[in-house]
């Protein structure tokens, strides 16, 4: 109970302590959004049901990723930097309350943005949804892998490191990942990095629950994405729980 109790008051605190950013990260998930599909149609003048398809389900898994691998772990990096994360070391709570905490608080933040895109690109494509009824399950995994990569990486690595692996990974997801368009357009080389991370995955499961369009093996692809979200949660459980 306590660790419950512990648990809920930081997650309290944390959406106390982002209320006014919260507005700003929706805005930048909204417009993230509207970027990827109204930007990316304006270099396709011709788009066809397959690449609709692929714009339409890209934009909200887009920024789901985004903000999971590159503003998560930037947020980190800052509470490393002015001591807040000592801060929270410092009290008397369960070491793994504070990443559980923050873990569920950036979860929640993906959600609204994540759900307003998904209403642009269909109404920009005219874009008819067939969602079946695992599209929450899927959504909420692809939503928390992403958070708990970003944050496991945050607290894995030095502050100045994680900031710019975050910008690095934000260009490989807007640019050399196969979310808006097939995964077979690549080079061979960046398609067998494809197959290990979990990218394509999750692009793959968030298609698959709004459209029932699939590229690969559904069972694979729920394998992939819970296997790097519990190696998200295992690495920052391994940090949170380590002698300081």
Same mark, same amino acid.
């Given at each position: ?90 009290? /008397?709570?369960? $070491? +793994? ?5 923050? !873990?569920?608080?950036? @979860?929640?933040? #993906?959600?609204?943005?994540? *759900? ?65 368009? /097939?995964?077979? $357009? +690549? ?5 067998? !990095?494809?197959?290990? @991370?979990?990218? #394509?995955?999750?692009?793959? *499961? ?39």
């Amino acid at each position: 109970m306590e660790a419950l109790r512990s648990y809920g008051l930081l997650l309290r605190w944390q959406l106390l302590r982002m209320r006014r950013q919260l507005a700003m990260l929706f805005v930048i998930q909204v417009a993230l959004a509207m970027g990827i599909v109204y930007g990316l149609s304006f270099l396709l003048p011709r788009i066809d049901p397959r690449s609709a398809l692929f714009l339409a389900t890209g934009a909200p898994t887009v920024t789901l990723l985004i903000l999971g691998l590159n503003v998560v772990p930037q947020e980190v990096s800052q509470g490393k930097l002015t001591g807040r994360t000592a801060y929270i070391n410092a009290l /008397p709570v369960p $070491r +793994l309350a504070p990443p559980a905490a923050d !873990v569920t608080f950036w @979860l929640l933040a #993906q959600l609204p943005g994540t *759900l307003l895109a998904l209403v642009v690109a269909s109404l920009r494509f005219h874009f008819a949804l067939h969602m079946n009824a695992a599209v929450v399950p899927a959504i909420v995994l692809v939503a928390l892998t992403g958070a708990a990569v970003g944050y496991g990486l945050a607290m894995a690595l030095r502050p100045e490191i994680a900031q710019q692996a975050g910008s690095f990974v934000a260009i490989l997801i807007l640019l050399f990942s196969p979310i808006n368009f /097939p995964a077979d $357009r +690549l080079p061979t080389v960046l398609q067998l !990095v494809h197959d290990v @991370l979990p990218i #394509q995955y999750m692009a793959d *499961l968030v298609r698959w629950s709004l459209t029932g369009v699939r590229d690969g093996s559904l069972t694979l692809s729920f394998a992939v994405v819970i296997a790097w979200c519990l190696g998200g949660i295992a690495m920052s459980w391994r940090i949170a729980t380590r002698r300081q």
